[in-house]
């Protein structure tokens, strides 16, 4: 298989796995218990933590693990509404969001929130002076992705989150997509990260709070996680966790600059005939979202059953419709079916990556004659 959907997941890394395991293997114990094994569990986690910090990059804050940035959203979301003072229940976010946060809003908004939701450009691009319009003193929260997962396209996320902070309003930033491959910048009060897009174990996020705007406790139960996110912890999944940030901290050179070359390959043995979707300007480039006249691109996925790659986002391709990102860029129906998200990264070859777009760009035109 070539794998190109590393926006989806990515492949564990081997370091990883070796430093997971002998918390799968060896020593079980229940990090909060008072034993021996129960402290080196608990050790363990507390170095795991201070690397994803580290990889997070924010100052005056601190994380809590989750388990999954799905619920690292919610819960940021969620429990800032119910912290939220009398008055103060406008949530703005914009329309190319995860579902995570979307369906979270929608939520919120069923339960009495007052949800403005922003459109973007053609380039997907947030427009700062729409946002201006939405921030007042009835604003509360205001949640835009650092990069977004089905399009690669990189928000203003520190001019947002001024913004955001002269009203008074706190910041969200969904910073999965980010974390290890691009630097999150000062701002955010609110960020959500997941392990399994940096090379790590998947079923373990995390929440990082800016000290003062922790949301109200999501999971009750133990008090674990400063009493915030009750749920004994993984020390397998935090290790791993940990580890990925690490080696994401310290090859993020290396890693950004093998995309960047990734992305020209990419591009040249596509060859012509495709359009980008989103800013090529303001994007990371392991994420190639490409459309083309007439294509069918459910039909490519299933004519090249060994190259992985999708449509948009994995619960947008499992649905069958079309990408709401997509749609919100105004691509129509059509347009949207004819979009293919190429995702590469850390571990692609320059070589597989030829071979599968030299596939792609043939079995398109191979529709193309058919269809003719
Ligand atoms: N936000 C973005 C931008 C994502 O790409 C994803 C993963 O698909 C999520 C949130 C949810 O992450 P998780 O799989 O950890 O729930």
New binding site residues.
Partial sequence: MIYLDY???TPIAPEVAVAMQPWIEENFANPHSPSRWGHEADAAIDVARTRVEKAIGLKGGSIAFTG??????NWALKGTVEKGKKGRDRIVTVAT??A??LDSCDWLAGHGADVRVLPVGRDGLIDLEALAGELDERTLLVSV?L???EIGVLQPVSEIASMAHEAGALMLC?A??ALGRVDIPAGPDLV?V????IHGP?G??ALWMKDGAEPAPFIHGGGQERGMRSGTLSPALCVGFGAAAKLAQERADKDFDHVQNLWATAVRALGPGWTINGSVAHRYRGNLNIGREGVDGARLIADLRDIAFSLG???ASGSGRPSHVLQALGLNYREARSSLRLGFGRYTKPAELVDACQRIAAAAREQEKLDA
């Fill in positions: 926006q989806a997941t999954s940035a799905t619920e690292a959203l969001e995860h995570a946060v992705m990069v977004n997962n969904d999965v997509q959500a997941s392990a399994h897009k998947k373990i996020g986002s994995a619960c």
